[in-house]
């Protein structure tokens, strides 16, 4: 079992439409939790960290935590054509390195 | 503009050829980090230097030789590479070892993309 677990995807979702990418993890000590953006052929670029049960607001973006179910999700609301990109679930266990999820590629149409 | 450089962007190497990457940072930060990353999966975590020290050496096979001249520099020396190891390496930094702050904010440069004929 992969310690980090996302869809491959591509998830593909109107323009305007509410995106919701999923990841779960198996850890049950990790207690930090984290969302990577990665544009096609760019680096990867920090866009949500989480470590309390319940959910997280910045902008158009929510980060859910659920750690009974090692269940983090992001939700993308108003999506753009911009936001088109690999996202990349990152947990962190205790005493560990980050560990990153395989990715889900989000596809916007406009 | 990231704040973390790496050069070069692009590098074509032949196996028996010796060359290295560079990474630069001036954010202060006290950990540094070599990933490797092909095509369509997560980033690698092959070395982790905290306060210029190796902490981390992810059983890197030994034609991959890091070093941390100082705080902001990092390289990675390459010699005699098999054309598996073409992929892109990313370097980043955090202000502290992630395994001792618990936060998992990495800075990526923009990574080398590096062909191994």
């Known amino acids: 079992q992969k310690e980090v677990e996302q869809n491959s995807g591509p998830l593909s979702v109107p323009e305007g439409a509410i995106a919701s990418l999923n990841c779960t993890y198996s850890d049950r000590g990790s207690q930090s939790f984290f969302w990577y953006r990665q544009y096609s052929g760019k680096s990867p670029e920090l866009i949500m960290s989480?470590?309390?049960?319940g959910d997280k607001e910045d902008g158009r973006f929510t980060a859910q935590l659920n750690k009974a179910s090692q269940y983090v999700s992001l939700l993308i609301r108003d999506s753009q054509p911009s936001d088109s990109a690999t996202y990349l679930c990152?947990?962190?266990?205790?005493?560990?390195?980050?560990?990153f999820g395989g990715g889900t590629r989000l596809m916007v149409k406009p | 503009d990231t704040e973390v450089t790496q050069t070069p962007k692009h590098l074509v190497m032949g196996m028996t050829n010796k060359k290295s990457l560079k990474c630069e940072q001036h954010?202060?930060?006290?950990?540094m980090y070599w990933y490797k990353q092909k095509a369509k999966k997560p980033p690698e975590l092959m070395f982790v230097?905290?306060?210029?020290?190796?902490?981390i050496n992810e059983s890197v096979p030994s034609r991959f030789s890091p070093e941390c001249p100082n705080s902001s520099l990092l390289n990675l020396h390459l010699h005699a590479l098999q054309p598996e190891d073409s992929a892109l390496y990313l370097c980043?930094?955090?202000?502290?070892?992630?395994?001792?702050?618990?936060?998992?904010?990495?800075?990526f440069g923009e990574g080398s993309r590096l062909t191994v004929l």
């Open positions: 990152a947990v962190l266990p205790p005493g560990n390195m980050l560990t």
């Open positions: 230097y905290s306060y210029e020290k190796l902490s």
């Open positions: 980043a930094s955090s202000q502290d070892s992630i395994i001792a702050s618990g936060t998992g904010e990495l800075f």
């Open positions: 954010m202060g930060h006290r950990a």
């Open positions: 989480i470590y309390s049960n």
